[in-house]
Antibody, heavy 119, light 107 residues
Framework: EEQLVQSGGGLVQPGGSLTISCAASGFSLSHYWMSWVRQAPGKGLEWLGNIKADGSDKYYVESVRGRFTFSRDNAKNSLFLHMNSLRGEDTAVYFC????????????WGQGTQVTVSS | DIQMTQSPSTLSASVGDRVTITCRASQSISSWLAWYQQKPGEAPNLLISDASNLESGVPSRFRGSGSGTEFTLTINSLQPDDFATYYCQHYNNHPYTFGQGTQLEMK
């Protein structure tokens, strides 16, 4: 079964940093663009951006550009979301997800990781 | 950026009903549209890609249609498991954007 399993997240103070990991099983991450999506409490889905299969290209939406960084270790079949300068409005469940191809729909998704930014 | 507008935001229906959710794009996206179902506490699940392509394992009572700027998701003969929130998403270009969601609730 193709799966994405997330870890990391938690409670962090405003201005702090946090990293979420996303491990793939049942398929090789190295063949796919990967996306990050978040969902604030009681709100809809916000696509944050994506990273090319070989890590050579990344797209960030404006709300996280310059603060969040996507990286990947294809040898370890893993994806990472590094978050810096966190704000209260970054409080959300964060999902990693696989893109079918270049500029594509998203499936499967990780189970989600809660990030809470609060003092 | 392309804006996606779903309607209605909330939909009340009964088991056995047929319901339709609409998603409008602020500019043409050809057929580059996906529909997802999300249940509380779970990740979204892909139902339909390329506007009308039903994903493997998704019941045939789900149907997607449309192209350009107007799209619909129709669910025939609602089942108890279908009460959830539905999102559309375009992938015409970056950035991808989602509709605000339609919460399908039991009447």
């Amino acid at each position: 079964e193709e799966q994405l399993v997330q870890s990391g997240g938690g409670l962090v103070q405003p201005g702090g940093s946090l990293t979420i990991s996303c491990a793939a099983s049942g398929f090789s991450l190295s063949h796919y663009w990967m996306s990050w999506v978040r969902q604030a409490p009681g709100k809809g889905l916000e696509w944050l951006g994506n990273i090319k299969a070989d890590g050579s290209d990344k797209y960030y939406v404006e709300s996280v550009r310059g603060r969040f960084t996507f990286s990947r270790d294809n040898a370890k079949n893993s994806l990472f979301l590094h978050m810096n300068s966190l704000r209260g409005e970054d409080t959300a469940v964060y999902f990693c997800a696989r893109e079918f191809s270049t500029v594509s729909f998203i499936s499967p998704w990780g189970q989600g990781t809660q990030v809470t930014v609060s003092s | 950026d392309i804006q996606m507008t779903q309607s209605p935001s909330t939909l009340s229906a009964s088991v056995g009903d047929r319901v339709t959710i609409t998603c409008r794009a602020s500019q043409s996206i050809s057929s580059w549209l996906a529909w997802y179902q999300q249940k509380p506490g779970e990740a979204p699940n892909l139902l339909i890609s390329d506007a009308s392509n039903l994903e493997s394992g998704v019941p045939s009572r789900f149907r997607g249609s449309g192209s350009g700027t107007e799209f619909t998701l129709t669910i025939n003969s609602l089942q108890p498991d279908d009460f959830a929130t539905y999102y559309c998403q375009h992938y015409n270009n970056h950035p991808y954007t989602f509709g605000q969601g339609t919460q399908l609730e039991m009447k």
